[in-house]
């Protein structure tokens, strides 16, 4: 798609997922895998890709990555999790084969240059920390309810699951919330190029 310059939120034109093919071959998927969460609860995370021949990129901090974060009334700056070469991340995990899910991922990698990119569980009234990641993030929401919220800096917005793909700028502080009493669902890619100056 080339470079292009947004705001904080961007929905990407032009291009819509099946929602209901994606929760039918969730539902498949999470009769071989489980979320898992390296040290955060109310939060889980499914790898769609890997390193080739590399089981370890998708277990452990692998999954999460490192992110930045302000963590108490000083308001300094500390980084937390491991570096993660997300260029490394070109190989469907099996378990996604035959799904509609390797469908979305080959369309995806036609159009952006993505690094990992995984299905992340975001648990009934609970929120992640107040922090910023290395690049821009993809989005394509699967479950979803009207209390869940991305925040980057001063503005929320819900990302309805409608099939539609919004870029957003994580680089900027931000969090997201599930204020439902349901289960948030989202597809996230982590984008390499498009970066935000």
């Known amino acids: ?11 990407v034109p032009n291009l819509n997922f099946d929602v209901s093919k994606l929760r039918k071959d969730l539902e498949i998927v999470l009769k071989k895998k489980k979320f898992d969460t390296p040290g955060i609860s109310n939060f889980g995370a499914i790898s769609l890709n890997q390193i080739p021949n590399n089981e370890d990129s998708i277990k452990g901090n692998n999954i999460r990555g490192v992110y930045w974060t302000k963590p108490d009334e000083t308001g300094k700056e500390v980084a937390r999790d491991v570096d993660i070469d997300e260029s490394k991340y070109t190989k469907l995990v099996p378990e996604f084969e035959n799904t509609y899910f390797a469908e979305v991922y080959k369309i995806l990698k036609q159009n952006f240059k993505i690094g990992r990119i995984r299905i992340l569980l975001k648990e009934p009234r609970s929120t992640l920390s107040w922090h910023r990641d290395p690049e821009p993030r993809l989005h394509i929401p699967i479950i979803t309810n009207p209390g869940c919220m991305m925040v980057i800096e001063n503005i929320a917005k819900h990302l309805p699951a409608d099939g539609s793909v919004t870029i957003t700028n994580n680089t900027k502080y931000h969090n997201f919330f599930n204020g439902g009493e349901q289960e948030r669902i989202h597809l996230v890619a982590c984008m390499l190029e498009d970066r935000f100056n």
């Open 1 to 11: 798609m080339g470079n292009i310059n947004f705001e904080d939120f961007y929905k």
